[in-house]
């Protein structure tokens, strides 16, 4: 099999291997190492066709970079003015389609004689045994550092805290959102009382875990303010959260 | 061939006649390339244990951040000493120590916040993501950095691949981010390799282009010039080859390499877009100097279509780019002028930052400034005749304009900073080729004085960058919440309140919001934050006229405030007080907004309160 041939089976299978994992629903892993692959498949196959094997590894490698950046850049401005969505269906018929036409391309131009870079060599000494363990073992200490330095992230220890809120609901004047969320790190009891005018209260007791979220919508009428009280069980004393909503009359 | 009056561009055989002689006569060294590599990533470890030692409680002992130092000497140093010492190394093991310093840099910065994106930058960025992922759209509103829905490159990569692929947003950036980084690391080593026919002059060119304060972190982080400088770098490369190329096929390859890297850059990031211009041109310029017309015209022509291409881009789909990048320029004409004219200059004389930071930074401007001319004057005797070299010496004299810059223009140091990423890459080389010739050249005979002044001048640059880059020594390693800082003021409890804005006030509303929550409020929160709004946190009464002025709807109050001074030495983004302040804001500051009639309270998180502004001042 020529070089090309082979250069197009590879990318090509990956164009196709991405389409068939995404119409099954495979899942995310996989679809994320062929997506990577699918994103860099353009820049490769076009740089491909534009430099042929003439190229140095690194040049090669850089300007499939660079054209594998730039096909989105330029393909996405192009399905913005066809009024395509930039969604997955307009991203991945992009980056299919691109791959494909240069596989095409790359499989009817006939190979010119491989031509060797200027300042390259034609045969390149191999690495040695002993120096690809301790770039393996480089490669291990480093991801093994992001993998310590998301565990910090991890562990870290924030302040909790809750929140309380009363706000006006959007487009509906009379109404208005009402909520506690627990985020202090444990299961919390609250008492939450409402005190409208005229004296009229609401009272709810609220058990809730860590992350859970309560709300509820209320009315509200213009007039006096609208106070909402928290309070951090067993303390009954001191209002841990406090909002205020005061609805304003429409005007005249 | 443009280099055929150069020196270096005798006949290929004897030139590799000549350097397999120096080959052969350099002695190896002890330290293999691969042993220097093991040994950068053990500083990552390093580094990635004293961000975590300081993320769990140990912020305040020495002890962090003295590791955090030891693992980057362990990064720059292996590998500065085997670059700069006169011990044999072949092409690809510079090109492999360069790559692997560029690698682990980028995960020290990976590791500073490894599973969200923080960065003020980058979550300005992060909303525009957001925002075309959830709208399939180019020209979204995005209130923190109304130029960014304009320059969508970055976005669009961003977003095709969290669309082939299901990845979140922070880790998609993450790549997206790391490969432009490393991809602009390889093209400028790859064009130096050209220039100097030296892998080891372009490795220690990266080596030292890789100093300068932005390097580490602002041109690897989520942000438009990461991306917008690598498709420079192509488009030079494009140039280059171009111009070189001896069949018009393979000049067409190139030249449609260059042109869709042109179009890239102007796509992506103005200020890149405009250097790209600017280079292309010194480079023809640079050709003409040399006498040298025919080798002007592809760099000349490149650079007129990328005038055009970019003229296009700003007249038609960014014209806002005018007003947003007119200040920057107003500010640096205007310091210039004020200092041509003999006046007082409009910045601090001297930079702020512990006294270390300081005297490093003076070192490594002196070391600069001596290496420049030194460089020049070994081009002036070898290569006065190599017009793409000549361009860098031109090029290289922007180092000078740009410390005048820091000197002379208020905001001058975060100008200059931004400035060092596109000025250092002549510079580097200029100074590349003085630390060569110095090795080799002046103090052959003593060969460990040689390589130890290198090292030192080597590692000296690199410790000014780390120290006086970003992030600043305040928030060099991560930890605890600051106040009014940068990446340490986007807490849990700040990005829970910006949510909850979204979630329930809806997008788009005008905020008022100390610097801290300033970039969270614009991005988690897809808010209109209000840059000039310091007066409402610094007056015990309320100017409600003022208020109503500024049309804002909402004001957030972090009580943080009345705790701790500013991190970042201004609480406000606008902040008349900005490195004044002796004590936090009185209490009494933040809480007067629940006495005003008509003002609402409408959220309350603990230490971040939200008041509703809307009704203010309609009261009887």
């Not at chain 2, 299901?166 to 220039?195: D, K, Q």
């Not at chain 2, 877009?273 to 600017?278: A, F, K, R, T």
């Not at chain 2, 760099?299 to 038609?316: G, T, Y």
């Not at chain 2, 829970?496 to 614009?522: C, I, M």
Request: hydrophobic content about 50%; charged content about 10%; some cysteine.
């Amino acid at each position: 099999m020529r070089r090309n041939q082979a250069q197009a089976a590879v990318t090509g299978g990956v164009a196709v291997a991405w389409s068939v994992c995404a119409l099954a629903g495979a899942p995310v892993p996989v679809l994320t190492v062929l997506g990577i692959a699918l994103l860099g498949c353009p820049g490769f196959v076009w740089c491909e066709v534009l430099l042929g094997s003439g190229t140095g590894g690194l040049e090669r490698g850089a300007v499939a970079a660079g054209l594998a950046f730039a096909l989105p850049i330029l393909g996405g401005l192009a399905l913005q003015a066809a009024g395509v969505p930039l969604g997955r269906p307009g991203w991945a018929a992009l980056l299919v389609i691109a791959t494909l036409v240069g596989d095409v391309l790359l499989l009817v131009r006939r190979e010119p004689p491989p031509a060797a870079p200027r300042g390259s060599r034609s045969g390149r000494p191999g690495m040695s045994p002993g120096h690809t363990v301790i770039f393996g073992i480089a490669a291990f200490i480093a991801l093994g550092a992001v993998g310590i330095a998301w565990e910090g992230t991890r562990l870290q220890h924030t302040p909790g805290f809750t929140q309380l809120w009363l706000a006006p609901v959007r487009a509906r004047p009379a109404l208005a959102n009402l909520g506690v969320s627990n985020h202090e790190g444990r299961a919390t009891r609250y008492l939450l009382i409402v005190q409208r005018p005229g004296g009229r209260r609401s009272v709810w007791n609220l058990a809730l875990a860590d992350g859970q979220a309560w709300q509820r919508s209320i009315t509200v009428k213009p007039g006096p303010p609208v106070s909402a009280f928290l309070y951090r069980l067993p303390d009954l004393t001191h209002p841990f959260r406090q909002v205020t909503d005061n609805v304003q009359a429409p005007a005249p | 061939m443009i280099l055929a009056r150069s020196p270096h561009s005798a006949p290929p055989s004897a030139h590799r006649r000549r350097h397999a002689h120096r080959r052969r006569a350099a002695p190896r060294s002890r330290l293999p390339v691969s042993v220097a590599v093991l040994i950068a990533a053990t500083g990552v470890l390093v580094v990635a244990c004293a961000y975590t030692a300081s993320r769990l409680g140990y912020q305040a002992s020495p002890w962090p951040d003295r590791a955090y130092w030891l693992g980057q000497v362990l990064i720059a140093g292996p590998i500065g000493l085997r670059l700069l010492s006169r011990r044999a190394l072949t092409a690809n093991g510079a090109l492999t120590l360069v790559l692997a310093f560029a690698a682990a840099e980028y995960l020290v910065k990976v590791c500073y916040s490894p599973a969200a994106l923080a960065n003020p930058d980058e979550l300005q960025h992060w909303r525009s993501t957001v925002n075309l992922l959830h709208s399939g759209k180019l020209s979204t509103v995005n209130n923190l950095l109304p130029i960014s829905p304009h320059y969508p490159g970055l976005e669009e990569v961003t977003g095709a691949l969290i669309s082939v692929t299901g990845l979140p947003v922070p880790a998609a950036a993450l790549i997206v981010a790391g490969a432009a980084h490393l991809l602009f690391v390889s093209l400028l080593y790859l064009i130096f390799r050209y220039l100097s026919r030296s892998g080891r002059v372009a490795a220690i060119t990266v080596f030292i282009y890789a100093t300068n304060p932005d390097f580490q972190y602002f041109d690897s982080m989520y942000a438009y010039q990461t991306l917008g400088i690598a498709f420079l770098g192509l488009a030079v490369l494009g140039a280059w080859k171009v111009s070189q190329a001896e069949w018009p096929a393979a000049r067409a390859s190139w030249l449609a390499i260059a042109l869709i890297a042109i179009a890239g850059t102007a796509v992506t990031h103005h200020v890149s877009s405009y250097m790209l211009i600017g280079t292309l041109f010194l480079i023809a310029v640079g050709c003409l100097v040399t006498g040298d017309r025919t080798a002007a015209i592809w760099p000349a022509f490149l650079a007129l279509l990328a005038a055009i291409v970019v003229s296009c881009w700003v007249r038609f789909a960014a014209p806002q780019t005018v007003s947003y990048l007119g200040p920057a320029a107003h500010g640096i004409v205007g310091g210039i002028q004020r200092l041509l004219g003999g006046a007082h200059p409009g910045a601090p004389s001297v930079s702020g930052g512990p006294a270390v930071n300081r005297a490093v930074a003076a070192a490594a401007v002196l070391a600069t400034a001596v290496l420049l001319p030194i460089g020049w004057w070994h081009i002036w005797r070898r290569y006065r005749q190599a017009p793409w070299i000549v361009a860098m010496v031109l090029g290289s004299i922007g180092w000078y304009a740009i410390v005048a810059v820091r000197l002379t223009v208020t905001d001058g140091s975060e100008l200059a900073g931004r400035a060092s990423t596109f000025v250092f890459v002549p510079a580097a080389y200029v100074m590349a080729l003085a630390i060569v010739q110095l090795i080799t050249t002046v103090l052959r005979a003593r060969p460990a004085t040689a390589a130890s002044l290198a090292i030192v001048a080597g590692l000296t640059l690199m410790f000014d960058g780390l120290a006086n880059g970003w992030p600043p020594y305040w928030e060099r390693l991560p930890g605890a919440h600051q106040v009014a800082g940068a990446d340490l003021s986007a807490g849990p409890q700040d990005i829970a309140a910006a949510q909850w804005t979204l979630r329930l006030l809806g997008p788009g509303n005008r905020f008022a919001a100390d610097l801290g929550s300033y970039t969270v409020l614009g991005s988690y929160g897809d808010q209109n934050p209000v840059r000039d709004v310091a007066y409402l946190y610094l007056s015990p009464s309320l100017n409600i006229p003022r208020i109503r002025a500024q049309y804002l709807s909402y004001i957030l109050v972090d009580r943080r405030l009345s705790q701790s001074l500013p991190a970042s030495g201004q609480y406000f983004p606008v902040d008349p007080g900005a490195g004044r302040y002796t004590r936090p804001l009185p209490l009494a500051y933040l809480t007067k907004f629940a006495q005003v009639p008509d003002v609402n309270r409408i959220y309350d998180g603990g230490d971040i309160v939200i008041y509703d502004l809307r009704g203010a001042g309609n009261a009887p």
